[in-house]
């Protein structure tokens, strides 16, 4: 009783940091921040669903840059990268500069671990050469965080989805056995092991009065990069938003229950702040480092609206398209899905290929 009186009361505590900075969540403007430390769709999907060539000129967001770089393992013509947040451009750049530039063991702790010690006085000047203007101004404030200092450790941990997994992480150690049996589940080698050790230690302890409430809250979903539009449309596809919690612990029991854990890197890496070798990104693996490295001049960055791009290149013929989410951010404005759309056929090549996911179950309003 006594465990379950102090998991609430700390609870309640990490509940109201998050909304301390919540008027913050709300000036969020997707322009000054990095949102996205690593990319949740799964590369491995869109490279069955669009079968990639050397002919293919990609257009696809920017975000973290992890499925970009998975893409290049594929060999495309060419790929552009757009997103118009800055900094998750900055946070591209950065990698690629560090393929470039540093042997494999460093860029493995630095974007493997998220901690490469000295980072900021030892080798970002090493990698300061090779970023934009804009992106150096970022990284000469932020460079620190690859450093493994502070409360806050790895670079995972930083960000808005990076800070939220941050403070999810810490409570779940508040929670007597919750750490533990969620290593346990990540440990576990089969389906079956896994639906044991969810159903029996890790659900008890992890869904409580806290948790329950929290992931249905505003600020808990625009700090993991989810707006308010596309929140409307995940509302529709729980039911109401009251019923959004319950919705993702559906979607959650799936993951944990019916799919193979000991291989999802999206999770692993937010509940330990790292990524392991056996379990991490394709542009991680040490046989993909040196197939990067001779071909990341295949890949432009620009910071614009995916119509903006389209319509100052209009000579740029794109083949396939893999647009995220990102029509959800769009969803009340018709009139922007439009343009955009009108601009996307205008750039594309005969037959063109495109992907895009929706948080609702029809995207009629695509």
């Given at each position: 009783m006594l465990a379950k009186l102090w998991s609430l009361f700390m609870g309640y505590i990490v509940y109201a940091i998050i909304r301390k900075i919540s008027?913050?969540?709300?000036?969020?403007?997707?322009?000054?921040?990095?949102?996205?430390?690593?990319?949740?769709?799964?590369?491995?999907?869109?490279?069955?669903?669009?079968?990639?060539?050397?002919?293919?000129?990609?257009?696809?967001?920017?975000?973290?840059?992890?499925?970009?770089?998975?893409?290049?393992?594929?060999?495309?013509?060419?790929?552009?990268?757009?997103?118009?947040?800055?900094?998750?451009?900055?946070?591209?750049?950065?990698?690629?500069?560090?393929?470039?530039?540093?042997?494999?063991?460093?860029?493995?702790?630095?974007?493997?671990?998220?901690?490469?010690?000295?980072?900021?006085?030892?080798?970002?000047?090493?990698?300061?050469?090779?970023?934009?203007?804009?992106?150096?101004?970022?990284?000469?404030?932020?460079?620190?965080?690859?450093?493994?200092?502070?409360?806050?450790?790895?670079?995972?941990?930083?960000?808005?989805?990076?800070?939220?997994?941050?403070?999810?992480?810490?409570?779940?150690?508040?929670?007597?056995?919750?750490?533990?049996?969620?290593?346990?589940?990540?440990?576990?080698?089969?389906?079956?092991e896994q639906k044991i050790v969810y159903e029996n230690f890790v659900a008890p302890k992890l869904w409580n009065f806290f948790i329950r409430n929290i992931i249905k809250s505003e600020v808990y979903l625009s700090w993991t990069g989810i707006p308010l539009p596309q929140q409307k449309l995940l509302a529709g596809t729980a039911g109401s938003f009251e019923t959004i919690g319950q919705w993702i612990m559906e979607q959650l029991e799936i993951v944990c229950t019916k799919l193979p854990i000991h291989e999802n890197y999206f999770w692993r890496v937010y509940l330990n702040g790292r990524y392991t070798k056996d379990c991490c990104p394709d542009y991680l693996k040490m046989e993909n480092f040196q197939k990067l490295r001779k071909s990341v001049h295949k890949i432009t960055i620009n910071t614009q609206t995916i119509t903006e791009f389209l319509q100052s290149n209009p000579k740029t013929k794109i083949s396939t398209y893999i647009l995220l989410d990102h029509m959800d951010w769009m969803a009340e404005h018709p009139n922007l899905l439009t343009e955009e759309w009108e601009a996307i056929f205008a750039n594309a090549t005969k037959n063109p290929k495109f992907l895009w996911r929706s948080a609702a179950p029809d995207a009629d309003f695509v």
């Open positions: 008027s913050a969540v709300e000036k969020i403007s997707y322009k000054n921040k990095i949102i996205f430390n690593t990319v949740w769709e799964d590369p491995r999907l869109d490279k069955e669903a669009l079968n990639i060539n050397s002919e293919d000129t990609i257009l696809t967001i920017s975000s973290g840059g992890c499925n970009a770089l998975a893409l290049l393992l594929e060999n495309p013509k060419h790929i552009y990268l757009v997103d118009r947040n800055p900094c998750q451009n900055a946070l591209v750049e950065l990698k690629i500069a560090a393929i470039k530039n540093l042997d494999y063991d460093n860029f493995w702790k630095m974007f493997g671990e998220g901690v490469l010690p000295e980072f900021s006085t030892k080798f970002y000047p090493l990698l300061r050469q090779d970023l934009s203007p804009e992106s150096q101004k970022y990284w000469d404030a932020k460079a620190f965080y690859f450093d493994g200092t502070g409360i806050k450790r790895s670079f995972y941990w930083r960000g808005t989805c990076g800070t939220v997994a941050w403070l999810v992480s810490w409570y779940f150690g508040l929670v007597p056995g919750l750490k533990h049996a969620l290593r346990t589940l990540f440990n576990a080698k089969t389906v079956e």
